[in-house]
């Protein structure tokens, strides 16, 4: 499976060159042997980081006991970005620091890349970076929308990649053990599942222009910005854009694309439902901007499940006000999702499970279960003792050399982001009481063109989304 080399003039029309070739029966592929360029089983994956801002810096701090790659590169559109984050990566001499990601890509034997962006420009940068022949890590949410998001999985399909969005609470053994116990029937049939009403993004008010800050090429907030509209330099839109519905969908903790992201992620992977989704979405009550919860002093005795609330550890990240307004979904087996919860009660990073026989909680690397004998079992885990996020690169890394699937794959990753979208399109459409009927296989409304409108939007003239072909 040889990489194609690809240079500036001819990387926007990478084809299926650039494609995996299908191993035959018997033969090992070259993945496995290694190359130039493809790691063996027991080689070093080399990596390129896209993004140098904060979350970069967190994912690698959050990995450092994997010993299985290496940063070679990085790429931000501000300059100065990259080039002080190599200098922070152990051996950052001899990491290269670069602009445009392209050219990163070009000049760098490369095994894959960290797609460490803002949101709205996550999909361009995908579809091309696994054009030229990348294996992708994707910050969650992987998409703006559930139309580019479904561009970015035919891409990988097209192209052979493998793919990891960055919901890595899939990795992590114990909310593993206790989605599968969900999953298999310790609860009996699953009736319905209790999330947050999570906090979703606001529209930006056309403030003022301000200074731009120094160190940046001529062209970089035009990068930037990518898809969205062109704006005046604010720092509450480079600093703060997963707050704005032209950048993101709610990235703030307790925001519909921030934590929804992973409450969504987890209760498809209890629900086995990583390949589908609801079929019904009904707002419950007017949209409007409200507090996140009480949030008492003091840990309510008896929640909702056992003694304790197990999301008090987040409990201090999610006060914040917004827009909010509960949803309820239903699958096609009848289950009810009923995304109602407060930021002061419950499982911030997951959700409670309610079945025929029980309850189980499952928060991010702790659950709880009523009764208690739910989760007592000694093949339960426990909690991890490491980084969270190491497991969730360890399993990329893994997957690049055996070109397997990754434990959140891309088609799995649309379909966490497709919950957080029809939560925003529901209030966007602000139908309360109604149904809006969703066929998960089409991934459209089929009795709501004004939804369907927002499954999709106009991109800005020179980010079109590259051709897959």
Same mark, same amino acid.
Request: aromatic share 8%.
């Given at each position: 499976?040889?990489? *194609?080399?690809?240079?500036?003039?001819?990387?926007?029309?990478?084809?299926?060159?650039?494609?995996?070739?299908?191993?035959?029966?018997?033969?090992?592929? +070259?993945?496995?042997?290694?190359?130039?360029?493809?790691?063996? /089983?027991?080689?070093?994956?080399?990596?390129?980081?896209?993004?140098?801002?904060?979350?970069?810096?967190?994912?690698?701090?959050?990995?450092?006991? %994997?010993?299985?790659?290496?940063?070679?590169?990085?790429?931000?559109?501000?300059?100065?970005?990259?080039?002080?984050?190599?200098?922070?990566?152990? &051996?950052?001499?001899?990491?290269?620091?670069?602009?445009?990601?392209?050219?990163?890509?070009?000049?760098?034997?490369?095994? &894959?890349?960290?797609?460490?962006? *803002?949101?709205?420009?996550?999909?361009?940068?995908?579809?091309?970076?696994?054009?030229?022949?990348?294996?992708?890590?994707?910050?969650?949410?992987?998409?703006?929308?559930?139309?580019?998001?479904?561009?970015?999985?035919?891409?990988?399909?097209?192209?052979?990649?493998?793919?990891?969005?960055? *919901?890595?609470?899939?990795?992590?053994?114990?909310?593993?053990?206790?989605?599968?116990?969900?999953?298999?029937?310790?609860?009996?049939?699953?009736? =319905?599942?209790? /999330?947050?009403?999570?906090?979703?993004?606001?529209?930006?008010?056309?403030?003022?222009?301000?200074?731009?800050?120094?160190?940046?090429?001529?062209?970089?907030?035009?990068?930037? =910005?990518?898809?969205? %509209?062109?704006?005046?330099?604010?720092?509450?839109?480079?600093?703060?854009?997963?707050?704005?519905?032209?950048?993101?969908?709610?990235?703030?903790?307790?925001?519909?694309?921030?934590?929804?992201?992973?409450?969504?992620?987890?209760?498809?992977?209890?629900?086995?439902?990583?390949?589908?989704?609801?079929?019904?979405?009904?707002?419950?009550?007017?949209?409007?901007?409200?507090?996140?919860?009480?949030?008492?002093?003091?840990?309510?005795?008896?929640?909702?499940?056992?003694?304790?609330?197990?999301?008090? %550890?987040?409990?201090?990240?999610?006060?914040?006000?917004?827009?909010?307004?509960?949803?309820?979904?239903?699958?096609?087996?009848?289950?009810?999702?009923?995304?109602?919860?407060? &930021?002061?009660?419950?499982?911030?990073?997951?959700? @409670?499970?309610?079945?025929?026989?029980?309850?189980?909680?499952?928060?991010?690397?702790?659950?709880?279960?009523?009764?208690? +004998?739910?989760?007592?079992?000694?093949?339960?885990?426990?909690?991890?003792?490491?980084?969270?996020?190491?497991?969730?690169?360890?399993?990329?890394?893994?997957?690049?050399?055996?070109?397997? +699937?990754?434990?959140?794959? @891309?088609?799995?990753?649309?379909?966490? +982001?497709?919950?957080?979208?029809?939560?925003?399109?529901?209030?966007?459409? &602000?139908?309360?009481?109604?149904?809006?009927?969703?066929?998960?296989? /089409?991934?459209?409304?089929?009795?709501?063109?004004?939804?369907?409108?927002?499954?999709?939007?106009?991109?800005?003239?020179?980010?079109?989304?590259?051709?897959?072909?």
């Amino acid at each position: 499976m040889k990489r *194609t080399k690809l240079n500036r003039r001819n990387f926007l029309h990478a084809s299926a060159t650039a494609a995996a070739a299908v191993s035959l029966p018997g033969i090992i592929p +070259s993945r496995v042997l290694g190359g130039p360029g493809r790691p063996g /089983a027991n080689e070093m994956v080399n990596v390129g980081v896209i993004g140098c801002g904060a979350r970069a810096r967190q994912i690698f701090n959050e990995s450092p006991d %994997v010993k299985a790659f290496r940063v070679v590169a990085a790429c931000d559109c501000m300059f100065p970005r990259a080039e002080q984050y190599v200098k922070l990566l152990s &051996g950052g001499a001899k990491c290269g620091a670069y602009r445009d990601f392209r050219e990163m890509i070009d000049k760098e034997k490369l095994d &894959g890349v960290m797609i460490e962006t *803002t949101t709205h420009a996550r999909a361009w940068i995908t579809i091309l970076a696994m054009q030229a022949g990348m294996d992708v890590y994707i910050e969650k949410p992987m998409c703006l929308t559930i139309a580019e998001g479904r561009a970015m999985v035919r891409a990988a399909r097209k192209y052979g990649r493998v793919t990891q969005v960055g *919901t890595q609470q899939r990795s992590m053994p114990i909310n593993n053990w206790a989605s599968d116990l969900v999953k298999n029937g310790a609860l009996g049939r699953i009736h =319905t599942v209790i /999330a947050p009403n999570f906090v979703g993004p606001e529209k930006w008010p056309d403030l003022p222009a301000e200074k731009m800050p120094d160190g940046g090429s001529d062209n970089w907030w035009d990068v930037w =910005t990518n898809q969205a %509209v062109y704006r005046p330099y604010h720092v509450k839109i480079h600093r703060g854009w997963d707050r704005w519905w032209d950048y993101d969908g709610g990235g703030r903790c307790f925001g519909v694309t921030g934590w929804g992201a992973h409450s969504y992620d987890q209760i498809n992977r209890a629900l086995g439902t990583d390949d589908t989704g609801p079929v019904e979405v009904v707002l419950e009550e007017p949209l409007k901007v409200m507090e996140t919860g009480k949030f008492a002093p003091e840990l309510r005795p008896g929640g909702l499940v056992g003694d304790d609330d197990t999301g008090t %550890v987040y409990h201090r990240m999610a006060k914040l006000t917004g827009p909010r307004a509960k949803v309820t979904m239903k699958f096609a087996d009848g289950t009810k999702l009923k995304l109602h919860l407060d &930021g002061d009660r419950g499982p911030g990073l997951g959700a @409670i499970f309610v079945g025929e026989d029980g309850k189980i909680e499952i928060n991010r690397n702790k659950i709880a279960g009523n009764p208690k +004998s739910l989760v007592k079992s000694p093949d339960n885990p426990g909690p991890i003792d490491r980084p969270e996020t190491a497991y969730h690169v360890e399993n990329w890394l893994d997957c690049i050399k055996s070109r397997k +699937s990754c434990t959140a794959d @891309i088609e799995i990753g649309q379909r966490s +982001s497709t919950l957080c979208y029809l939560v925003n399109i529901a209030r966007d459409v &602000g139908r309360v009481g109604e149904v809006l009927k969703w066929n998960p296989e /089409a991934e459209r409304f089929t009795n709501c063109d004004e939804a369907n409108k927002l499954l999709d939007r106009p991109r800005r003239k020179g980010y079109e989304l590259p051709e897959i072909v």
